[in-house]
């Protein structure tokens, strides 16, 4: 196993922070994007423009990052997960949030539950009760929940139950519960490989866990087991998978199990050498996330989730300054990556 290291944590974090923030331009146009677009965005990012009094940075961060980041602070405060803790900052962060945060259409409706009793209720109960008791499948569990792979790095043990804890406070569908375990471990794993580790030794691992998460599910409905071996197939595949096969066999929408998953695939098909040509100039991370975003759908969530995953396996080092610099929060980031750190 891998030494914690520096490096690995700021890349996780930051890699988030970038995949949502320049996600977040293409997000509401759910359609594939250009490489030659998103290559015109990134050669003109720069620092914020400040005139006094006001500040307008280039891009800003939505309901990803402003939501890991609480995760983050709150276990950082707490000294653990601590799920009513977890709640308030959640909600209050909700209802104080500016609109450009874009939160997804129910999750409110949790928020608004548990600020009623003032966040002394069971933590867990709103959520299960959302979409008639059947509990949110969307991607809002596992876009935010990276911070407790860094948090709990020491046991993969507690990362799983502490991520499928975090995920319930909001979603409590399995594939959503699932879908953000899954995401822990894969920014777990990438953050404990050394750089000889290779996208078949990743993909093992990960469905490996996903055969024990799913294994007393029905065939049919193994959704994470068929999509880690739909990624096998693509990835040895000769060409470059196309956009038909990956809406196809994987999927880019809000539900978990797309989201998550086309971001594990975007971070595995650079991994495994095959870098779209236009891309080919730009460092590994960099080729991860605007691979992501170039997928189309929910952008700036499987770009955040692929950044995540990208940056705990290269470290901070190819995320370019003036990607960093362009995104608010970013020195938030680096104050998170640092507290997790430490
Ligand atoms: O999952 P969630 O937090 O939304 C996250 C997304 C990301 O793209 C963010 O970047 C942000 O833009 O929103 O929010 P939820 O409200 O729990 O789920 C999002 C949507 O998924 C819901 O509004 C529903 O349309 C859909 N959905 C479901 N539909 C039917 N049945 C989620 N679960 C169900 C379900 O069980
Ligand atoms: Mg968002
Ligand atoms: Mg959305
Ligand atoms: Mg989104």
């Not at 470059?240 to 199990?257: A, C, H, L, V």
């Not at 700036?300 to 995953?309: E, F, V």
Request: glycine content about 8%.
């Amino acid at each position: 196993a891998q030494m914690r290291s520096r490096s690995k944590y700021y890349g996780a974090v930051l890699g988030a922070l970038v995949g949502d923030c320049i996600g977040a331009q293409f997000e509401s146009g759910w359609c594939p994007v250009a490489f030659s677009t998103l290559l015109k965005l990134t050669d003109t990012l720069k620092e914020k423009v400040s005139d006094g009094s006001s500040e307008k940075w280039m891009l800003y961060y939505t309901d990803d990052t402003e939501m890991a980041h609480e995760l983050g602070k709150s276990m950082l405060s707490k000294g653990a997960f601590d799920a009513k803790n977890v709640a308030e900052c959640f909600g209050e962060t909700y209802f104080a949030s500016k609109p450009c945060r874009w939160y997804g259409g129910s999750v409110p409706n949790v928020f608004k539950q548990l600020q009623a009793v003032r966040y002394k209720g069971d933590p867990y109960g709103p959520a299960a009760k959302q979409f008639n008791g059947q509990g949110s499948y969307g991607n809002g569990s596992a876009m935010r929940v990276f911070p407790v792979s860094l948090f709990y790095f020491e046991d993969v043990d507690k990362v799983m139950h502490f991520a499928a804890c975090s995920s319930k406070i909001t979603h409590s569908h399995i594939n959503a519960i699932n879908g953000a375990i899954l995401q822990a471990l894969a920014v777990h794993t990438a953050l404990s490989s050394s750089r000889d580790t290779t996208w078949d030794i990743v993909l093992n691992k990960l469905t490996k866990y996903a055969e024990k998460l799913e294994e007393s599910k029905s065939i049919d409905s193994r959704v994470y087991c068929q999509k880690l071996n739909e990624m096998y197939r693509m990835i040895l595949a000769k060409h470059i998978p196309t956009q038909n096969e990956i809406d196809d066999k994987i999927g880019t929408g809000i539900r978990s199990d797309e989201a998550m998953c086309a971001a594990l695939f975007s971070f595995l098909l650079i991994l495994a050498g095959k870098s779209p040509p236009e891309l080919s100039h730009l460092s590994p991370i960099c080729q991860v996330i605007l691979y992501a975003i170039s997928l189309g759908g929910d952008t700036d969530t499987i770009a955040t989730m692929a950044g995540a995953i990208a940056g705990a396996y290269y470290g901070e080092e190819g995320i370019p300054k003036n990607w960093i610099q362009a995104c608010e929060g970013n020195e938030e980031a680096c104050n998170l990556a640092l507290n997790l750190f430490n």
